[in-house]
């Protein structure tokens, strides 16, 4: 069966410095997401996006994060000078389809950030 | 803003019981979705069930099983005869009605469920 996959599974960074979080989509999806958990809080929306574009995004994801979908199979979260309180679960999650009507988010298996 | 709450943190069963995970949520809008998810230890969220606010009728999924109580905004999960594989964190989450667009779900903390042999 088709699964969201990222990598890696763990990150550890030194604060301020640039990070990459990948994730593959499931194939034919058109929508994909990225959500996060602070160890001990709530999982909380960052961005969507489709069709190239950002299409939401909460008031987290500030000018430090940028998403982008660099060739037709990979979805990327950058965050380019890392702070303590972004340690967290980075969690990606993809949909098949348009948000005009009700469609599954799946999402991958996480990966964790460990900002020192 | 829309709000979910999952006030137990943690809950034990013993196989083959039936145990009740809690959920209530606030929103002003009157159509809207509401799920629960499953995350086993180190896998991904899967969802379990869903409702869609507009239906009176509570969702059954094989074993799993919601009472829905809108007027209240109570969402509760009910796994019957539990197995040892349904031992995972369980997430309530709540996503509005996509006429504005938003496809972003609204998650509790998550309840952490235990089942013992």
């Known amino acids: 069966e088709p699964e969201v996959t990222q990598t890696p599974s763990h990150q550890v960074t030194q604060m301020g410095q640039e990070v990459i979080l990948r994730c593959v989509p499931i194939?034919?999806?058109?929508?994909f997401y990225w959500y996060r958990q602070i160890l001990g809080q709530k999982v909380e929306f960052l961005v969507s996006?489709?069709?190239?574009?950002?299409?939401?995004k909460s008031e987290i994801f500030d000018d430090q994060f940028s998403v982008e979908r660099p060739d037709g199979s990979n979805f990327t979260l950058k965050i380019r000078s890392t702070k303590l309180e972004d340690s967290a679960m980075y969690f990606c999650?993809?949909?098949?389809?348009?948000?005009?009507?009700?469609?599954?988010?799946?999402f991958g298996p996480g990966t964790r950030l460990t900002v020192l | 803003a829309q709000t979910v709450t999952q006030s137990q943190p943690e809950m034990s069963v013993q196989e083959a019981e039936t145990v009740t995970l809690s959920c209530t949520y606030d929103t002003s809008e009157s159509d809207y979705y509401l799920f629960w998810y499953k995350q086993p230890p180190s896998r991904q969220m899967i969802l379990v069930i869903r409702?869609?606010?507009?239906?009176?009728q509570n969702a059954t999924e094989n074993r799993f099983s919601v009472n829905f109580q809108k007027a209240a905004k109570s969402f509760s999960l009910k796994i019957s005869d539990s197995q040892l594989g349904d031992a995972a964190m369980y997430f309530c989450?709540?996503?509005?009605?996509?006429?504005?667009?938003?496809?972003?779900?609204?998650f509790g903390k998550g309840m952490k469920l235990t089942v013992n042999p």
């Open positions: 999650a993809s949909s098949e389809l348009a948000a005009s009507s009700y469609n599954e988010q799946f």
């Open positions: 409702q869609e606010a507009y239906k009176q």
């Open positions: 194939s034919n999806h058109l929508y």
């Open positions: 989450a709540y996503r509005g009605f996509p006429q504005g667009g938003s496809e972003k779900l609204v």
């Open positions: 996006f489709y069709n190239n574009e950002i299409s939401e």
